[in-house]
C-alpha cells in the first residue's frame, strides 16, 4: 500500500510502499476513503517528534476490511461498515502509525459508524469534534448528551450555573475553526439552556448565526474592542465559560476579559475559560494573574487513551478519556450526527498532501500561514472550512 510518511531530515512528507498492517485481535483493518488535515499534521511534518519513516496524519474516513479476533458483536461493526476515525498521527516520539496510508489499523471503539454520510464530509468529524467534547463536557463540565464510565454519578459540585438561572454564557473565539464549528453544536446538545456569543471574520457572520451554530452574538475579531463588545453584549455579566479557539499571543488575555469577574452569590461557582493550545508549548504566555483564571487545556491525544510521549513530556494513559471518547463516538454512530465542516476537496491525493495541504497550514499556528506560491483556486487561505483529499 501507498502511505505518507515523514522525512525527519526534509521536515516534511513523502509517498512510499508500505506492507499493508495486521489488525490486532481488538482492532479493525480499515481501507481509507478520505483523509481531512489538520494544523498538527502540518506542525509534526515541519518540526518532527517521530523518527524518519513513521505514517503521518489523523483524521480519516473509510471502509472495514477485517475484524480482529476480540472485536465484539456488540459493536455493530462488519466487513463493509463506513466508519471514520483519528489515529496519533506522528504527534508523539513512539511509533504508531497515522493515519495518511491507503489502509491503517484502529481499535474498534475508537471508530464510529457513518451511515450514509459522504466519506468527505465524514472525515473532517473525529479529531476536531472530540476535542470540543473534551472542552465542553470534561473541562467545563456541562452535562453532555451521553454517559460515560464515571458520568452516571455526575459531580455536580463543578458543574456550571449561572447566577440568575438563566441560559449558561458561552464565547467562543475563533468561531469558524473546525473545533469551534463542532463546539458551538455541541454546547446545543447540553441539557441546560446556552447562549453561544463568538468571533470570527463578518464574512462568516451569516453562516454562524445560522444554523446548526446559531450564534445569538458575534464579534468581528479583527476590532481591537472586541472583548469589550462582548461584555457589552452580556449587558456587562461577563461569559459563563470561554473557549479560546485560537490561544496564541494575546487570544488568551482577550478571551479572559470577556469573563464573569465575580463569584456567584450561592458560593463558589467562577467563570471558566479552556484553551486548544498549552501555555508551555509556548503559542501564549499570559500568566495567570493577569488572566484572572487558569485556563484548562488538554491534548486530544488524550481521548486514545494511551500513553503519548512529546519531545519534553508524556501524557500518561487515561481510561476515563478513552471511555469518554468510546462513548462519544457511539452516541456518533446512533446517527446523532454533527454536521460535518464545510470541506475543500483537494486535488490530487497523498502525493499531493505535503506540497499542498501542508503548505496552507504552515507550521500549525495561525500567525505562521503564509500566502502559499502557487495561485490556483484551491490554495486560498482555509477559512471556515476542512481540507480534504480523497485517497481512493
Ligand atoms: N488541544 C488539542 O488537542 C487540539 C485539537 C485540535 C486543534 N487544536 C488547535 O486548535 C487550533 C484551531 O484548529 P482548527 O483546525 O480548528 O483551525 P482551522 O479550522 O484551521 O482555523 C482556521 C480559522 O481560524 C480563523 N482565525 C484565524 N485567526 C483567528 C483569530 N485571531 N481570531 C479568530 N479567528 C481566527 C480563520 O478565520 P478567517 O479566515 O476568517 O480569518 C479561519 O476560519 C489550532 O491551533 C490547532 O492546532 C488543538
Known amino acids: ?7 525527519a531530515t526534509q521536515r516534511t512528507g513523502v509517498v512510499k510502499s508500505l506492507p499493508c498492517p495486521v489488525p490486532a485481535p481488538n482492532e479493525l483493518l480499515i481501507q481509507v476513503k478520505a483523509i481531512a488535515l489538520n494544523p498538527v499534521d502540518a506542525l ?4 518532527p517528534l517521530g523518527k524518519t519513516g513513521r505514517v503521518l496524519g489523523s483524521d480519516f474516513s473509510g471502509i472495514v476490511v477485517s475484524l480482529g479476533s476480540s472485536v465484539p458483536e456488540s459493536s455493530h461493526l462488519v466487513a463493509g461498515s463506513r466508519v471514520a476515525g483519528f489515529l496519533q498521527g506522528a504527534s508523539s516520539i513512539d511509533d504508531h502509525p497515522g493515519a495518511f496510508a491507503e489502509f491503517l489499523v484502529c481499535p474498534w471503539d475508537l471508530v464510529w459508524r457513518i451511515g450514509d454520510l459522504p466519506f468527505e464530509l465524514a472525515a473532517t468529524v473525529s479529531l476536531c469534534a472530540l476535542t470540543a467534547a473534551q472542552a465542553l463536557f470534561l473541562r467545563f463540565r456541562l452535562p453532555a448528551p451521553f454517559t460515560w464510565c464515571n458520568s452516571d454519578v455526575p459531580d455536580t459540585k463543578d458543574e456550571p450555573r449561572t447566577q440568575d438561572h438563566g441560559p449558561i454564557s458561552i464565547f467562543i473565539n475563533g468561531a469558524s475553526t473546525s473545533v469551534a464549528l463542532f463546539a458551538s453544536q455541541l454546547a446545543q446538545h447540553t441539557p441546560c439552556p446556552v447562549r453561544l456569543f463568538g468571533s470570527a471574520s463578518r464574512k462568516h457572520f451569516s453562516m454562524l448565526s445560522s444554523a446548526p451554530y446559531n450564534y445569538a452574538h458575534l464579534v468581528d475579531y479583527r476590532s481591537p474592542g472586541w472583548p469589550q463588545q462582548v461584555l457589552a453584549l452580556t449587558e456587562n455579566r461577563g461569559i459563563n465559560l470561554a473557549y479560546d479557539c485560537i490561544s496564541e499571543g494575546d487570544t488568551v488575555l482577550k478571551t ?3 469573563l464573569k469577574k465575580m463569584v456567584g452569590v450561592h458560593g463558589d461557582r467562577t467563570a471558566k475559560l479552556a484553551v486548544v493550545r498549552s501555555r508551555e508549548g509556548g503559542a501564549w504566555s499570559t500568566p495567570m494573574k493577569e488572566l484572572g483564571v487558569e485556563p ?8 486514545l487513551g494511551e500513553e503519548v510521549i512529546y519531545a519534553g513530556m508524556t501524557l500518561a494513559p487515561n481510561a476515563v478519556s478513552r471511555a469518554f471518547t468510546a462513548a462519544f463516538y457511539a452516541w456518533l454512530s446512533e446517527g446523532k450526527e454533527l454536521v460535518p465542516n464545510p470541506v475543500r476537496i483537494m486535488p490530487g491525493g497523498l502525493a499531493n498532501v505535503a506540497e499542498d495541504g501542508f503548505v496552507l497550514l504552515g507550521s500549525g499556528g495561525m500567525n505562521d500561514r503564509q500566502a502559499p506560491a502557487k495561485d490556483q483556486e484551491y490554495m486560498r487561505p482555509v477559512s471556515g472550512e476542512k481540507l480534504v483529499y480523497i485517497i481512493q
Not at 509534526?44 to 518540526?47: D, F, L, S, V
Not at 484548562?296 to 481521548?303: C, D, H, L, P, T
Request: aromatic share 14%; glycine share 10%.
Open 256 to 258: 479572559s476579559m470577556t
Open 1 to 7: 500500500m501507498k502511505a505518507l510518511l515523514l522525512d
Open 44 to 47: 509534526y511534518a515541519a518540526e
Open 296 to 303: 484548562s487545556y488538554g491534548a486530544v491525544w488524550e481521548g
